[in-house]
C-alpha cells in the first residue's frame, strides 16, 4: 500500500524567506512522486516530478524538490517566497504497478509581506 | 489544447436530488479518476478508470456512480444526494501507467462544486 503524509497543514513564511514543505512517503515498490499546486478556486497544477532519473528536480516558478530514498522524503524548497506563492500544495505518490495516485492532505502556504 | 473540461462548475442541489458532473478529456487518457476534495482531507478518490467500458471503486464509492461509455468521458452520478455529499469534485485524466517516465502525471479539471441543501 501506498500513502503521503503531509507534516503542517499551514504554513507560513515572510516574503523572500526560505519555502520548505515537507512530504514522507510510503511504498513498498520504488515509486514516482509528484507535487502539485491549487490556486484557490482552481484545479491542480503540476509543479514538478521525480521518476527515478535525477533525485534533485527542479520544477516550474523556482521549485525544487529531493527524492532521498533512506528518508523516505521528497520535501519541496524554494529560497525565495512571492507572495505569489500562496496557495495550497500536494505531495502524491504512484507507482508503475498500480493504476492510482495516492494524495497527501495538503499544506497551505501564506506569504506575509 | 483544452485537457480537462468539468461541467458544470458550479451546483446547488437539494437533498434527495440527482444529478451527473460531465467530465471530458482530449488527450486520449486512458485512465480518469473522481476525486473530491473536503477541508483538511485532502483529495479522496471516489471511483477511477482504466479504460472505455471499465470502472473500478476508490477509496469512498458510497453514493456514487460512474460511467465509461467513451474513452474520452467519464461521468459522476449521485442518484440521491445528501449533504454529506457537499464537496469540491475534480476529475484527473493520465496515461496507462508504464509506458514511460514521461507519462506518469495526472491531468486535472478546474472542478465543480457541489452544495447540498
Known amino acids: 500500500a501506498q500513502s503521503v503524509t503531509q507534516l503542517g497543514s499551514h504554513v507560513s513564511v515572510s516574503e523572500g524567506a526560505l519555502v520548505l514543505l515537507r512530504c514522507n512517503y510510503s511504498?513498498?515498490?520504488?515509486?514516482?512522486l509528484f507535487w502539485y499546486v491549487q490556486y484557490p478556486n482552481q484545479g491542480l497544477q503540476l509543479l514538478l516530478k521525480?521518476?527515478?532519473?535525477?533525485?534533485l528536480v527542479k520544477g516550474i516558478n523556482g521549485f525544487e524538490a529531493e527524492f532521498k530514498k533512506s528518508e523516505t522524503s521528497f520535501h519541496l524548497t524554494k529560497p525565495s517566497a512571492h507572495m505569489s506563492d500562496a496557495a495550497e500544495y500536494f505531495c502524491a505518490v504512484s507507482d508503475y504497478t498500480g493504476n492510482q495516485f495516492y494524495f497527501g492532505t495538503g499544506t497551505s502556504l501564506t506569504v506575509i509581506p | 489544447n483544452a485537457g480537462v473540461t468539468q461541467t458544470p462548475k458550479f451546483r446547488v442541489l437539494k437533498t434527495g436530488q440527482s444529478m451527473t458532473l460531465l467530465c471530458a478529456q482530449d488527450m486520449n487518457h486512458e485512465y480518469m479518476y473522481w476525486y473530491r476534495q473536503d477541508p483538511g482531507m485532502g483529495l479522496r478518490l471516489i471511483h477511477y478508470?482504466?479504460?472505455?467500458?471499465?470502472?473500478a471503486k476508490g477509496e469512498v464509492p458510497d453514493g456514487y456512480n460512474v460511467s465509461r461509455l467513451k474513452k474520452q468521458n467519464f461521468l459522476l452520478g449521485l442518484e440521491s444526494a445528501a449533504p454529506s455529499q457537499t464537496s469540491v469534485y475534480f476529475c484527473a485524466s493520465s496515461y496507462v501507467f508504464g509506458t514511460g517516465e514521461k507519462n506518469t502525471e495526472a491531468f486535472f479539471g478546474q472542478g465543480t462544486r457541489l452544495t447540498v441543501v
Open positions: 521525480y521518476t527515478s532519473a535525477a533525485t
Open positions: 478508470s482504466v479504460g472505455e467500458g471499465t470502472t
Open positions: 511504498s513498498s515498490v520504488p515509486p514516482y
